[in-house]
């Protein structure tokens, strides 16, 4: 499983095309070809989500696909971001392993790289998680 971001595909009347990122308003770039296009939103995911990153700023989850194409950053963008999310409690330690394009085992030893906690715990689910039993 990968981390993908949906995109538009707007053609213009002098040819080519506009890519936009629904979910990441400052992300746009735009292409000759869908082919094109494709590798540029890549690109640009990546370098705004590096950006995006290294501000601390947030990281919005990727909205539905509804039969857009997709777009994803590097794998070690994925990492980053599979991490900042499951450090926040915004996803599940397998979840984020999945979306890193690792195994389980991978993603905790790379979270003990990057110093963070292997276990993030809310309280209020695990204590609704304990009275569904």
């Known amino acids: 499983m990968k981390l993908e971001y949906p995109y538009t595909l707007e053609p ?33 995911l990546t370098g ?29 963008v994925q990492t980053a971001v599979a991490i900042h999310w499951h450090s926040r409690g915004r996803i599940s330690q397998e979840r984020a392993a999945q979306l890193a394009g690792l195994d389980r085992t991978d993603f905790l030893h790379a979270l003990s790289r990057e110093g963070v906690d292997a276990f993030v715990v809310d309280f209020d689910s695990l204590r609704r998680e304990l009275e569904d039993e």
């Open 48 to 76: 705004i989500l590096e950006q995006r990153l290294e501000d601390g700023a947030e990281i919005p989850l990727p909205g539905k696909r509804a039969r857009r194409p997709v777009a994803s950053p590097s794998a070690a």
């Open 12 to 44: 213009q009347e002098s040819g080519g095309f506009v890519v936009q990122f629904p979910d990441i308003e400052e992300a746009f770039t735009e292409g000759a070809t869908p082919e094109e296009c494709a590798f540029n939103a890549a690109e640009v």
